[in-house]
């Protein structure tokens, strides 16, 4: 039983519980990016591995990356307009023909105008969403810990040693 | 610290892990199914699908894809599927399959289930024989001997004959002139009669008197004798006119001949609808299997492209290919072992197909397929498919053998009908397909066996053994079809030396019992007119020998008298001669003839001894011996008997 749930604490933990402002807001600004990024090829693949490969709060990146799924289709439009302005450039034609015969990068689907473009918006959004979602970060992340915290489930998987170890942090 | 960040990523590699390892074959799986239910619009049913990434492979076992017009049936099932992608090619996101393999490959095999998708509304079962063509052909085969058969009875049919109207006319006008002719010879009958009966009324009385009523009689006579005359004179004048008309008839005869003898030369079979009849189902079925290979090979360029390309989503694909371009999919060596039907008998083929893609400008070299099949009919068969220009050309070489009997018919079996069997076929083909254009050939050789002509009665016996007699001797059979026009309305054209053959068979069994038809239409003709002929001649002869016969005696007396008469008016015929020209007359009998004899002797005796017999003379007192010749006395007055009248003597009266 405790091998069991020791692994499915420590996610929970690494998941929700010990997670700075920057790391939510980080998560948030990559879960946007692979949110707006269309699936089914390997560009997102990529990027969910490197997401995941860095330090960040995976959470929000998960949930923000479901969240812009959905809503990223209504904005279709606008990343195509970038995707052909970007694909469409004659002086870039080149390099877009040699990453194209380079092995595996014709599976990220980089030549459609709708990928490119999304990649492109979702780079450009890393950024500007760092820095506004961080102070809403450190404003409400200690509230969320606290609120997470009184999850039962939360409860019964991190048990009472860390249960004691959040109230050390609240003091 | 390290382990929060190490086990999450962690996990999600093991379950990316786990996708891979355990996740893609039933995706593969699944899009498989969905992909070619997509295509063939029935159920797709995949046993297992295996996959490997080192080196890029996958393996299908059990795969069956259900027929959407067949019930329970799949159009085509196989073991094994096994393709072997090229890594260079896949990392670039090209399909290149090195090798593969389809191993146990069936067409048309039963299945569980019905296969279908969705049974919305209960589909007609497809008619799996091209209908108009084979109806087309079928019917052109049963028009040719149903025409020669009207053709034979219309040249046997004697009313079409002019002899025949002529001879018929000809009795007829005749028939009823000597009815006329008949009819009067009858009126002679009861004249000559009554003619007869004034002779016996005239040998009454006394001599005078007969000879009065001789006179009536012979007047009487010479009118009889004058219309038998008239009537004879008829007879023979018609004699130019029967032999005109027996002219006519025989010019109508030597038409008839020369008739007979046009038809004939025009009655001959069309060798091609009988080749047709006898071959075009069965030519046709196997041309519209090579072409259905054709149209195969062909299409599948289409529904390959269809496949390959991805379902595009939104946005634009821009096309970075011009550094290396090629096709998106390459089958460049798949080989196909399995069983199929040719005609109805499953048979173990090899097959190996190379260069399929959906690009062969792309790729720049054709498709090519080659077939080879075993068992009793062993097929072999090259499709090559060149689509490397824009007009894409297909060509197809095929040799198949059938050393089963291939049974054939032509006609209808009620009727008149033609069968024989085929051995040893051999087929040969070649088409090329240039576009939607087809031209090419289908070449059939065998040997033909039991050529049987058969009919109902409608047709003489005579023609039936005659034509099988002519048939005997075909021992091959070589048959082409020329194909040109479009691959949808194909123009077909069949010639083959055996409907020529067999045309010259049933033209020598139809010449030669239409020769002896004409002959017996001849003789019949002939017989007919003679037998007319030979009838008006011996119904006159006999009317006319009869007439003469009742009459002979009548006539010949009335000639005798109008003779005598003749005499009597001229005035110089003196007693004596006049009863000797009646006694030697037939006019009296026998017994009458002798008393007028007796009575002239005794009347010549006193005239010449110039004294009364001596009966006489004894009854007659005073005149004793012999009275003298004396002026006036009645001696005197009588003529001279004996001694030649002087010329005073006969002008006087």
Redesign the interface.
């Given at each position: 039983m405790f091998l069991i749930l020791r692994p499915l604490r420590m996610l929970l933990k690494a998941l929700v519980i010990e997670s700075t402002p920057s790391q939510m807001s980080y998560g948030l600004a990559l879960g946007v990016m692979l949110g707006i990024v269309p699936k089914g090829n390997l560009l997102a693949i990529v990027l969910g591995f490197c997401i995941a490969a860095m330090r960040v709060n995976l959470a929000v990146t998960a949930c923000a990356a479901v969240a812009l799924t959905f809503a990223s289709s209504q904005l279709d439009s606008s990343f195509d307009r970038v995707g052909v302005f970007v694909l469409g450039q004659p002086s870039l034609r080149g390099l877009w023909e040699a990453v194209y015969d380079t092995p595996m990068m014709p599976w990220t689907n980089f030549n459609n105008s709708i990928v490119m473009g999304s990649f492109l918006c979702g780079l450009a959004l890393i950024w500007p969403v760092h820095r506004l979602s961080r102070p809403v970060f450190q404003k409400y992340s200690e509230k969320l810990s606290r609120h997470i915290r009184h999850w039962w489930i939360t409860k019964v998987l991190l048990g009472a040693e860390w249960a004691d170890r959040f109230s050390t942090l609240d003091a | 610290?390290r382990?929060?960040?190490i086990?999450?990523?962690l996990?999600?590699v093991g379950l990316?892990w786990g996708f891979l390892a355990l996740g893609v074959d039933p995706l593969l799986r699944y899009s498989a199914v969905q992909t070619f239910q997509s295509i063939t619009g029935a159920k797709v049913d995949v046993a297992d699908l295996t996959s490997t990434y080192f080196p890029p492979s996958i393996t299908i076992h059990g795969m069956a894809l259900a027929s959407p017009s067949h019930l329970g049936r799949n159009m085509v099932e196989f073991d094994e599927l096994h393709l072997r992608f090229e890594s260079?090619s896949l990392?670039?996101?090209r399909f290149v399959v090195e090798d593969g393999h389809v191993d146990g490959l069936r067409f048309d095999t039963r299945r569980s289930d019905d296969g279908q998708l969705e049974l919305s509304e209960e589909t007609e079962p497809r008619d799996t024989e091209p209908s108009w063509i084979t109806e087309k052909l079928t019917e052109l085969g049963d028009e040719w001997l149903s025409n020669l058969e009207e053709q034979i009875k219309a040249q046997l049919d004697p009313n079409t004959l002019e002899t025949y109207r002529v001879g018929t006319g000809v009795y007829d006008k005749w028939d009823a002139h000597f009815d006329v002719l008949v009819e009067r010879a009858k009126t002679f009958e009861p004249r000559a009669k009554a003619l007869k009966q004034n002779f016996a009324n005239a040998k009454k009385g006394d001599t005078l008197h007969q000879i009065e009523q001789y006179l009536t009689v012979a007047q009487e006579a010479e009118l009889i004798v004058r219309d038998a005359q008239t009537f004879r004179d008829d007879l023979t004048g018609i004699v130019p006119e029967v032999r005109n008309d027996f002219q006519l008839l025989n010019e109508a005869r030597l038409r008839d001949q020369e008739k007979v003898k046009h038809t004939l030369a025009l009655l001959k079979p069309d060798a091609r609808r009988i080749s047709q009849a006898l071959l075009g189902e069965t030519m046709y079925l196997r041309l519209q299997e090579t072409l259905s290979w054709v149209e195969l090979i062909r299409d599948y360029q289409h529904g390959l492209h269809d496949q390959i390309q991805p379902p595009r989503?939104?946005?634009?694909?821009?096309?970075?290919?011009?550094?290396?371009p090629a096709p998106g999919f390459v089958l460049r060596n798949l080989r196909l072992t399995g069983t199929m039907s040719i005609n109805r008998e499953s048979v173990p083929f090899q097959a190996l197909l190379t260069d399929v893609t959906e690009d062969p400008m792309l790729l720049g070299r054709p498709c090519v397929m080659s077939l080879t099949a075993d068992g009793s009919r062993p097929l072999q068969m090259k499709v090559t498919y060149d689509a490397t220009t824009e007009t894409s050309v297909t060509e197809m070489l095929a040799d198949f053998r059938d050393t089963n009997t291939i049974p054939l018919r032509a006609g209808k079996l009620d009727k008149a009908c033609l069968r024989a069997v085929l051995n040893n076929v051999s087929w040969q083909s070649r088409l090329v397909l240039v576009g939607n254009k087809i031209e090419g050939r289908l070449v059939l050789d065998s040997r033909l066996e039991q050529l049987e002509f058969s009919a109902n009665e409608d047709v003489r016996p005579e023609i039936v053994a005659v034509a099988n007699e002519a048939f005997a001797n075909l021992a091959s059979l070589n048959a082409i079809v020329q194909v040109s026009g479009t691959l949808r309305e194909p123009s077909i054209e069949l010639h083959s030396d055996v409907g020529e053959q067999v045309a010259s068979g049933v033209k020598v069994a139809f010449t030669h019992q239409l020769e002896a038809a004409k002959a017996k239409l001849i003789a019949e003709v002939s017989q007919y007119a003679d037998e007319h002929i030979e009838t008006l001649k011996n119904r006159f002869a006999a009317d006319y020998t009869r007439l003469l016969q009742d009459n002979k005696e009548l006539i010949q007396q009335a000639s005798e008298v109008r003779t005598l008469m003749a005499n009597l008016r001229s005035g110089n015929l003196d007693p004596a001669s006049l009863m000797k020209q009646v006694s030697n007359s037939s006019l009296i009998k026998e017994k009458d003839r002798e008393k007028i004899d007796q009575t002239m002797d005794k009347v010549s005796g006193v005239l010449r001894s110039a004294a009364l017999p001596s009966d006489i003379e004894k009854k007659i007192p005073g005149l004793p011996g012999i009275l003298p010749s004396t002026p006036g006395s009645l001696k005197s007055l009588l003529p001279r008997l004996g001694n030649p009248p002087s010329q005073d003597s006969k002008n006087k009266p």
């Open positions: - | 610290m382990w929060t960040y086990i999450p990523r996990i999600i990316l260079h990392s670039r996101r989503g939104s946005g634009q694909d821009f096309d970075f290919w011009a550094a290396n």
